[in-house]
């Protein structure tokens, strides 16, 4: 095989082209790969961090969402307890009240009884004075006698 100058030429030509795009054209596109590495390097560190900051809201999520659960409950355990209380005030003052009614009516039959009794004592004593008019034959003066028609009225 022999080298001819065509073959030098052209192994001149490459060495220049080569120099050349090591000169000029390697360097910018070195540049411009190592910015893509370092755009894409932050992108992925970006993409991390955010990746954190997600499972950090998701916790912080969770936990308000567990706390409020727990503050609901403890709001209905409060009021079913007021309601509880107020259910057994009110049977509370319900009794009273009743209590308070029949005490008054009671009251109010005692006197009743008592205005019955002391009606029937006058028409009993009466009827004994009416009864001892007829028995005796004369008449009997209720106002001369009324020391003894009261002591036999307060005994019947």
Do not use: Y
Request: charge should be negative; charged fraction near 30%.
């Amino acid at each position: 095989m022999s080298l001819n100058l065509t073959l030098v030429g052209q192994l001149i030509a490459f060495a220049i082209f080569v120099w050349f795009c090591m000169k000029f054209v390697w360097p910018p596109l070195i540049t411009a790969m190592r910015e893509r590495e370092e755009k894409i390097a932050g992108g992925l560190q970006q993409a991390d961090k955010a990746e954190k900051d997600l499972e950090l809201a998701k916790k912080k999520a969770a936990e308000t969402l567990h706390e409020a659960k727990a503050n609901a409950a403890e709001l209905i355990e409060q009021a079913n307890k007021r309601a509880t209380q107020l259910v057994e005030e009110a049977k509370d003052q319900a009794r009273a009240e009743g209590e308070r009614i029949k005490s008054a009516a009671q009251a109010e039959v005692d006197q009743e009884v008592n205005r019955a009794k002391e009606t029937l004592r006058a028409q009993v004593a009466l009827l004994s004075v009416a009864g001892a008019e007829k028995i005796l034959g004369a008449s009997v003066d209720s106002e001369a006698h009324s020391k003894m028609l009261d002591q036999l009225a307060s005994e019947l």
